[in-house]
C-alpha cells in the first residue's frame, strides 16, 4: 500500500470528521473511532513537518550543542563545586562526549555541557573554592567533587 501524501492525509482526515458527524446508523463508538483516526493523521502530518524542519542532521546536533551548552547549573552548585572541580567535571564530560558508544546526539549535549561548565567555572574564578557542604551533594556535586578525591 503507496504511503499517503500530506494533502491526502489532511483530505481522509476530513472525510472521516464528515462520516463521524453525518452518518447515520453509526454507533457513538464507531463516530469516536473515526474522530481519532481523523485526529491522528493529522497528528502524523505536524509530527513530519517537524521532522522535516531539520533539514540535515548536523544542523541537528548543532542545535542539541547549542542548547546543552546554554546549561544553566543550579546556584547550589556554585556552592557545592570549586573552580577546579568545575574544570575537571568539564574534562569528564567532554571524555564521554568522545566515546565511541555515545550517540552523535548525545555527544553534542556532553560537549555542550563541558562549555558550560567551563563558562560557569569562568565565571566563578580561579581563585573559587568554597567549603564542602554540610548536607547532601546533588548529583553533579557528587562527581564534581570525586574528581579531585
Do not use: C
Not at 70 to 92: C, F, K, N, P, T
Not at 99 to 116: F, N, Q, V, Y
Request: net charge negative; proline share 5%; glycine share 8%.
Amino acid at each position: 500500500m503507496p504511503r499517503l501524501t500530506p494533502q491526502q492525509r489532511i483530505a481522509l482526515a476530513g472525510t472521516l470528521e464528515i462520516r463521524a458527524a453525518t452518518g447515520e446508523g453509526l454507533s457513538s463508538e464507531k463516530r469516536v473511532e473515526l474522530r481519532l483516526a481523523a485526529k491522528n493523521l493529522l497528528a502524523l502530518n505536524a509530527m513530519e513537518e517537524r521532522r522535516n524542519q531539520s533539514k540535515s542532521p548536523a544542523e541537528g546536533i548543532a542545535r542539541i550543542f547549542d542548547q546543552a551548552a546554554e546549561q544553566r547549573w543550579s546556584e547550589d552548585l556554585r556552592e557545592e563545586l570549586g573552580y577546579r572541580h568545575m574544570i575537571h567535571l568539564a574534562d569528564v564530560f567532554e571524555g564521554w562526549a568522545f566515546d565511541s558508544r555515545i550517540t552523535p546526539e548525545r555527544t553534542a549535549e556532553l560537549a555542550g555541557w563541558a562549555e558550560s561548565m567551563r563558562a560557569l567555572a569562568e565565571k566563578v574564578g580561579s581563585t573559587w573554592d568554597p567549603p564542602r557542604p554540610a548536607g547532601a551533594l546533588s548529583l553533579v556535586g557528587f562527581i564534581g567533587r570525586m574528581m579531585d578525591e
